[in-house]
């Protein structure tokens, strides 16, 4: 099955880095990567460097919409990085090996399909990814962390119809 994962969208990423402002209005929070896997960016979805400047702030998540949206805190690199979007892997800010994730699968509507949804450690979110991605009824996917809850990345179908999604 042909997917890819999406990061940030880039003029959000933008927007961040020129105002200082997340997307609730907050002041973003500087922060200084102080260890391997202790910040992912959620726009070029790789892991901080240690000694790398980083912003923290809130995301308003553009899917799903109504009951189950949800902001989350998010780390974005204060330099300027690609936005990840490689067809047929998976974020690597969701595989790492201390990482627990959360697969959350999300029909048209933006309703959660309960029965899709799946914990696990992040070196094995591809076959629960994969599972929710080839039922007819997915949209899209967002991989969440399990503990804290922060969205990782979000993931779509590359042959079947697109949502917009910025």
Known sequence: MRFR???LPSDTAARWRATGRDDRGNALIARVADGPGSAPCRHCLRY???GEAMLLGSFDLPRPHGIYWTPSPV???AHDCPRFEAEGVVAPTATG???IVSVRSYDAAGMCLYDLGQVCRGPEVEA???RALADARTAFV???TARPGCWLATAERLDAPRAELP
């Open 142 to 144: 967002n991989i969440h």
């Open 97 to 99: 090996p201390d990482t």
């Open 48 to 50: 901080a460097e240690p």
């Open 75 to 77: 780390f974005l690199h």
């Open 5 to 7: 994962c999406l990061g």
């Open 128 to 130: 629960p990814l994969l």
